[in-house]
């Protein structure tokens, strides 16, 4: 009986720790037509097979994280007997759609998902014009209590010293991400953590005096080993690429640490 007892501990133990590092989204499918561009190609008519066709890509226009797969549903036809001939699939309430995708299931501000076929049966090559509306899930991914940023594009995040900061606060998404995993559930330590990232993120992309000086005060008074050692893993965090590692070593070269001032 003992046995068993401790076997289902250890069972919800596991459970329960599964839970706290899974990240979860909130999030539902959403009208997302004003945040989206429709960018399309001439349409081109096939005699042989009376299709008209075109090539349409997708671009986020807005601010906000639009996570596929997104629907582009085909709402009306201005010409009686003109039908989608391809449709990804259909609407609960009959209508046509077309669905795109990205690899991350995360498109950005900014970037477009590649063109696809719409193929409408057109058989008297007749003139005719389309209503649509766009459907997408919209939501907020979250580590340990925390709201993140999305996965940033892997080329797109090593492309710079800066990389991508997709909310604006002086972050990288990668490194905000991790730091969310590895110090969420200490509220204190998570802030902290921020700041050292943040004033190390500020003094690599604009090396001055006062940044630099910014981001040893966020550390220099510690005397705690354990604070280093996790202050330590978001500076490799942040320097991650050899570019980072080299601008770091070039704007902290020289640099003297003091306990000035501390107490």
Not at 201 to 222: K, M, W, Y
Request: proline content about 5%.
């Amino acid at each position: 009986m003992k046995s068993q007892t401790v076997k289902r501990i250890s069972l919800v133990l596991m459970v329960l720790s599964f839970f706290a590092v899974v990240p979860w989204m909130a999030f539902a499918e959403t009208d997302v037509t004003g945040k989206v561009e429709l960018i399309k190609s001439g349409l081109v008519y096939d005699r042989r097979t009376k299709i008209s066709s075109m090539n349409v890509s997708l671009k986020n226009i807005s601010q906000d994280v639009l996570l596929t797969p997104i629907k582009v549903v085909i709402d009306s036809i201005s010409i009686t007997g003109v039908t989608v001939a391809n449709a990804d699939g259909i609407t609960g309430d009959g209508k046509p759609y077309f669905q795109y995708s990205i690899g991350n299931g995360q498109l950005l501000k900014g970037l477009t998902i590649p063109g696809k076929a719409w193929s409408f049966f057109n058989p008297a090559n007749a003139r005719f014009s389309y209503t649509t509306h766009v459907l997408a899930f919209t939501g907020v991914e979250i580590i340990n209590g925390v709201i993140i940023p999305p996965i940033p594009d892997s080329t797109s995040n090593k492309a710079s010293i800066k990389g991508v900061d997709s909310n604006n606060n002086g972050l990288r998404d990668d490194v905000e991400r991790f730091i969310a995993k590895e110090f969420g559930p200490d509220a204190i330590l998570y802030e902290k953590a921020k700041e050292h990232a943040i004033t190390l993120q500020g003094a690599i992309i604009n090396p001055t005096p006062e940044t630099i000086s910014v981001h040893l005060d966020s550390f220099r008074c510690i005397s705690d080993n354990q604070r280093l050692s996790d202050f330590r893993k978001t500076t490799i965090e942040t320097l991650n690429t050899p570019e980072r590692r080299a601008v770091y070593g070039k704007t902290f070269a020289g640099t003297v640490i003091t306990k000035e001032g501390c107490q």
